[in-house]
């Protein structure tokens, strides 16, 4: 691609086969979005399906629980059927309940049993903060000191995961593994697939955090023989803020006690028995806990009709696409001006977002704020880019980097200070 010109950034617009659901989407209206790998926007169907959610609650009161437009009893397993697809696993292997880090201390409680030789937790060192504090907390519950039973994995430059270290490191005394499916700082993704086969070969269960994958990337969970997975619904599924989360339990696996009993675990049809003797769900349904939010998932069932209608194989097609053409107007843009592509340059390790590394980042993220666009900073030097496949444009990314050469032609980034929002 040597044509870098908006009218080329157009002309690909038109070729889009996607281009129609842009439209679905409420799109900010003087500016371009480019933090959907944090929070994704708001479409018309997710609003359309919160809303009848609502009707049924003024309409119904406590019947909407088994009546209305989507009886809020099975809620969690209705979504989970429209999950299933775009994780690779059978409806009944996944469940939508939770929250990320709360699904992982299920997962943990659930899977993590320390047994003679085998009492530590593998993780990597750069993996998101919250499923480290989950990791020790399991540990600490079971009086086993963090500091000498979860081993980490360094990275030999602070951007990428060697799967050699990480396969070296599945030594006799791990018990359970559990890793990103893509770093949150630079996109890479690590080999599933591979990384399953050889815990499975050393007798060790392997668990992955999937939230920076889920909606971006196809994924195979069940023929991979993955133990678990866990993800979070409103970065790239776009379900709203602090939506429900998602779980998947490999079928081999059901009938594992939970490690975390509630009610809703519980087969449907023994649920309002109210036996102080549990009979859990016979699949995924087992892992969950309290009540579902309702008005947390109800969003879920618009967004993803979009998914299901168009498929993971065309998402993951577009959304390379996106990040290959950023990346060429970087080089060629940006050269002058210090940037490093702290991001897999191969396709079949680089996830839906761009890592940009500058010693200036965070000014800059606030010189791209007051041009409109929205990008997305991680102290202390990384500027994150993520042009979504349902409703970004080949032309947002050649504006945003058109954007920021002006910014860094200009200097207009000294005006702000380099540190941090409190939320960034």
């Known amino acids: 691609m040597n044509d870098f010109t908006r009218a080329y950034a157009q002309q690909l617009d038109k070729q889009d086969p996607l281009a129609s659901y842009r439209e679905e989407f409420y799109l900010p209206e003087d500016g371009i979005y480019m933090d959907g790998n944090s929070l994704g926007l708001l479409s018309k169907r997710a609003e359309r399906t919160l809303l009848e959610s609502l009707a049924d609650w003024r309409e119904l009161g406590i019947d909407g629980w088994m009546s209305g437009r989507h009886p809020w009893f099975n809620l969690s397993e209705e979504l989970a059927t429209l999950n299933a697809p775009l994780i690779g696993g059978k409806p009944e292997e996944v ?24 009492t530590k937790i593998l993780a990597d060192a750069l993996t998101f903060p919250s499923d480290i504090y989950a990791l020790k907390s399991q540990l600490e519950l079971r009086r086993l000191d963090p500091s000498d039973h979860l ?122 028995d109210m036996d102080h003797t ?67 340059a191969d396709t079949r390790q680089r996830g839906a977002h761009l890592s940009l590394e500058h010693p200036e980042a965070a000014r800059i993220c606030k010189a791209l704020k007051k041009h409109h666009i929205i990008p997305d900073f991680r102290a202390p030097n990384i500027i994150r880019l993520a042009p979504v496949a349902l409703y970004n444009t080949f ?30």
């Open 95 to 118: 469940m939508v309940t939770g929250s990320t880090t709360v699904n992982l201390h299920q997962l943990v409680a659930s899977f993590f049993k320390p047994d003679g030789k085998r």
């Open 151 to 272: 081993v980490q994995v360094d990275s030999p430059d602070g951007r990428f995961l060697v799967e050699d270290d990480l396969i070296a490191a599945m030594t006799d005394e791990i018990a359970l593994i559990v890793l990103p499916t893509v770093l949150y700082r630079s996109g890479q993704i690590l080999d599933m697939p591979r990384l399953t086969k050889a815990a499975h070969e050393r007798g060790i269960l392997i668990g992955f955090d999937a939230c920076h994958s889920v909606g971006a990337i196809p994924h195979d969970f069940h023929d991979w023989g993955v133990d678990f997975a866990y993800w979070c619904n409103y970065k790239h599924l776009n379900g709203g803020p602090g939506t429900v989360g998602g779980l998947f339990v490999h079928e081999r696996h059901f009938g594992t006690t939970p490690g975390l009993a509630g009610w809703f675990g519980s087969r449907k049809d023994k649920q309002f």
């Open 278 to 344: 549990m009979t859990p769900a016979e699949h995924a349904g087992a892992f969950q806990i309290g009540t579902p939010h309702v008005m947390s998932l109800a969003p879920q069932l618009g967004a993803l009709e979009m998914f299901n209608e168009v498929g993971m194989e065309a998402i993951r097609q577009k959304s390379l696409a996106l990040t290959t053409y950023m990346m060429d107007l970087i080089e060629e843009m940006l050269a002058p001006h210090g940037f490093f592509i702290g991001s897999p």
């Open 395 to 424: 032309s947002d990314v050649y504006d945003v980097i058109v954007t920021l050469k002006k910014i860094m032609d200009d200097k207009e980034y000294e005006a702000f200070e380099n540190v941090r929002e409190v939320v960034a």
